[in-house]
């Protein structure tokens, strides 16, 4: 991945934290932290549409990194 090196370096990717913050297709997206202090991250539902994006976009990026 291209933010690896970034990861190295500072401990974490801005430019992954800024592309699951702002894009639907990743899980991230709909994970947020409960109004109920116990209950710490909880999870929203995430809509079809961006269950089914999620999935082209992960086959896409394996074939990118690790070929067919």
């Known amino acids: 991945s291209p933010n690896a ?3 190295e370096d500072v ?3 801005r430019a992954w934290l800024h592309h699951k913050g ?3 297709h990743h899980y991230e997206y709909w ?3 409960s109004n109920h202090k116990e209950d710490g991250l909880v999870g929203n539902k ?3 549409r ?3 994006e ?3 976009d ?3 990026a394996c074939e990118v990194y690790k070929g067919k």
């Open 11 to 13: 401990g974490y990717s």
């Open 46 to 48: 995430m809509p079809v």
């Open 58 to 60: 992960r086959i896409a």
């Open 22 to 24: 702002r894009n639907k």
């Open 50 to 52: 961006y269950v089914a």
């Open 31 to 33: 994970i947020d932290i």
């Open 5 to 7: 090196a970034e990861r």
């Open 54 to 56: 999620m999935i082209c």
